[in-house]
């Protein structure tokens, strides 16, 4: 992400049981960018990831209290992230250990879209459709 890119305004956010492992897999098998990372040792208590093309993730470990704001269970994140090359994507990604779901396909609405799971379970699809145009 570049210093002129604006920040994202929506965050997905999403728990993981070994937080540090999820980021350096994102990072190196699809191209995630470690912004900040909070927490000691092996405990993450807020993780930014920015995507190159603008927006980004929030994570964090499982926490055991139970008075947890955030209780979301790993494994249970889906999240759609644009990209010009979904096949090279998908390549980094299968060889860093992605489980696919869905190999590169052409959508009947002119993406080219795959889906892989993360060693969390989570679903990441990417693909090259940007969304419908904004009502002005």
Same mark, same amino acid.
């Given at each position: 992400m570049t210093d002129n890119t604006p920040s !994202? &305004?929506?965050w997905p956010a999403l728990r993981a049981h070994d937080a540090r492992g999820l980021?350096?897999?994102l990072v190196e098998a699809f191209g995630f960018e470690e912004t900040v990372v909070h927490g000691d040792g092996d405990r993450v208590d807020h993780a930014e990831?920015?995507? !190159? &093309?603008g927006g980004g993730v929030m994570l964090g470990g499982v926490r055991d209290s139970e008075d947890d704001a955030w209780p979301l269970s790993?494994?249970?994140?889906?999240a759609y992230v644009v990209t010009d090359a979904?096949?090279?994507?998908?390549a980094?990604?299968?060889?860093a250990g992605a489980r696919p779901v869905?190999?590169?396909?052409?959508t009947d609405y002119g993406s080219r879209d795959f889906v892989v799971r993360?060693?969390?379970g989570n679903r990441w699809s990417f693909g090259t459709y940007r969304g419908h145009p904004r009502r002005g």
């Open positions: !994202p &305004q929506v980021i350096r897999f990831l920015s995507w !190159p &093309q790993p494994g249970t994140f889906g979904p096949d090279e994507v998908f980094r990604a299968v060889a869905r190999e590169p396909y052409d993360d060693p969390e």
